[in-house]
């Protein structure tokens, strides 16, 4: 596999503690980029949940240096993992609609494997432990 893709839940954002009605949720394609500080939507994402910007931003991109809005979000991952008020900037993105960048994946424990030529990724927050596959072949090397 070459992207890193799944389903994700995007709505306005909002606070869960709030004990309020929480604001539609609408499912769309997300790519996983580890290569992106930030996260970022597109205008179908924008117009389908009426996300009103926040402010603008300077992005740093493949194409160079571009200004951007921003507008809040919750994000809402396949696991039940949800992050509230996550800054994202409005952006153009190849086959998905969501980009889900540092930001977010620095939160908790991301891998990914290729076990069989199967690609999986996978994500849990809270942080675990450290996967270290220097560590784990030194030990099948010599073990003690």
């Given at each position: 596999?070459?992207?890193?893709?799944?389903?994700?839940?995007?709505?306005?954002?909002?606070?869960?503690?709030?004990?309020?009605?929480?604001?539609p949720l609408?499912?769309?394609?997300?790519?996983?980029?580890?290569?992106?500080?930030?996260?970022?939507i597109t205008q179908k994402v924008i117009d389908t949940c009426g996300l009103v910007a926040t402010g603008m931003t300077?992005?740093?991109?493949?194409?160079?240096?571009?200004?951007?809005?921003?507008?809040?979000?919750?994000?809402?991952?396949?696991?039940?993992?949800?992050?509230s008020g996550v800054r994202v900037t409005k952006g153009d993105i190849l086959d998905a609609d969501i980009l889900i960048g540092m930001d977010v994946i620095n939160q908790g424990d991301f891998a990914v494997?290729?076990?069989?030529?199967?690609?999986?990724?996978?994500?849990?927050?809270p942080s675990k432990l450290h996967i270290d596959f220097v560590q784990e072949y030194n030990k099948e090397l010599r073990p003690f």
């Open positions: 596999m070459r992207v890193l893709k799944n389903q994700c839940g995007i709505s306005s954002a909002f606070d869960p503690a709030s004990g309020g009605v929480a604001p609408t499912q769309f394609d997300a790519i996983w980029d580890t290569g992106a500080t930030n996260s970022v300077q992005v740093h991109g493949v194409h160079g240096v571009s200004a951007s809005e921003t507008f809040l979000v919750n994000i809402f991952l396949p696991n039940k993992v949800a992050f494997t290729n076990h069989n030529g199967i690609t999986k990724f996978s994500f849990r927050i």
